[in-house]
């Protein structure tokens, strides 16, 4: 049987947002019962069907890499973000600051990647855009707990995240603790895999019609993060 390619996406956030949460809904298509800090990292493996129901379809590995949001080890994520080929940005609806912070994780796994721009201005004056532009990555933000948000902002659905503004990124709102979340045929559902295709897309290099990834050792465009 032909091996089956696979992608990296990393998954980053504050603690206490619901990363974990969110990984094993997305791969198990279930909630987690009883959800535990992270650790370092942890992660999730599923099947990922690349541009469903066209001649173009084949099926990819996805992997997502709970990193631990833990601010004590901040030092030691760097050897969890090579590579990259995606990255979803999670916050808590309820908590402005996880929010504000997607700033600052955004920044640190991209400078793991020798792409940063501001390293000696430091995280706050760093500006989003000046990343994403250079460096191909797809990134999907992600605000769960809205079914607590909605009580306390009642417009939270209303609007995206700045970030994701700023990224030119999808944004999906989701409780983590309902399947419907993630329905199939959902708008949260359709965004989610159009970016795993959009990841796909930018880790595999479209020849004719067909997907082959560059060897390691090849050489590669810069717009490139493997």
Same mark, same amino acid.
């Given at each position: 049987?032909?091996?089956?390619?696979?992608?990296?996406?990393?998954?980053?956030?504050?603690?206490?947002?619901?990363?974990?949460?969110?990984?094993?809904?997305?791969?198990?298509?279930?909630?987690?019962?009883?959800?535990?800090?992270?650790?370092?990292?942890?992660?999730?493996?599923?099947?990922?069907?690349?541009?469903?129901?066209?001649?173009?379809?084949?099926?990819?590995?996805?992997?997502?890499?709970?990193?631990?949001?833990?601010?004590?080890?901040?030092?030691?994520?760097?050897?969890?973000?090579?590579?990259?080929?995606?990255?979803?940005?999670?916050?808590?609806?309820?908590?402005?600051?996880?929010?504000?912070?997607?700033?600052?994780?955004? %920044?640190?796994?991209?400078?793991?990647?020798?792409?940063?721009?501001?390293?000696?201005?430091?995280?706050?004056?760093?500006?989003?855009?000046?990343?994403?532009?250079?460096?191909?990555?797809?990134?999907?933000?992600?605000?769960?707990?809205?079914?607590?948000?909605?009580?306390?902002?009642?417009?939270?659905?209303?609007?995206?995240?700045?970030?994701?503004?700023?990224?030119? %990124?999808?944004?999906?709102?989701?409780?983590?603790?309902?399947?419907?979340?993630?329905? %199939?045929?959902?708008?949260? %559902?359709?965004?989610?895999?159009?970016?795993?295709?959009?990841?796909?897309?930018?880790?595999?290099?479209?020849?004719?019609?067909?997907?082959?990834?560059?060897?390691?050792?090849?050489?590669?465009?810069?717009?490139?993060?493997?």
């Amino acid at each position: 049987m032909a091996a089956i390619d696979k992608v990296r996406i990393i998954v980053v956030g504050d603690s206490g947002v619901g990363k974990s949460s969110l990984t094993h809904l997305i791969c198990h298509k279930e909630p987690i019962k009883n959800p535990s800090w992270t650790v370092g990292c942890s992660v999730e493996v599923m099947l990922h069907e690349y541009k469903e129901g066209t001649p173009y379809q084949k099926t990819y590995f996805v992997e997502l890499w709970d990193i631990g949001g833990s601010s004590s080890h901040r030092n030691t994520r760097s050897v969890f973000y090579q590579p990259t080929h995606g990255i979803i940005l999670v916050h808590d609806l309820t908590n402005r600051k996880s929010q504000q912070n997607l700033n600052k994780w955004l %920044a640190e796994v991209l400078n793991k990647d020798g792409n940063s721009k501001s390293r000696t201005g430091g995280f706050d004056s760093y500006d989003p855009e000046q990343y994403v532009g250079s460096t191909q990555i797809p990134i999907l933000v992600i605000g769960t707990k809205v079914d607590l948000a909605a009580d306390i902002r009642p417009n939270v659905t209303r609007r995206c995240s700045s970030i994701a503004e700023e990224c030119g %990124a999808d944004e999906i709102l989701l409780d983590c603790h309902q399947v419907r979340s993630l329905a %199939a045929g959902s708008g949260s %559902a359709v965004k989610l895999t159009r970016f795993f295709d959009k990841v796909i897309e930018r880790r595999y290099q479209r020849q004719g019609d067909r997907f082959s990834s560059y060897p390691t050792e090849r050489r590669r465009p810069k717009s490139y993060i493997d």
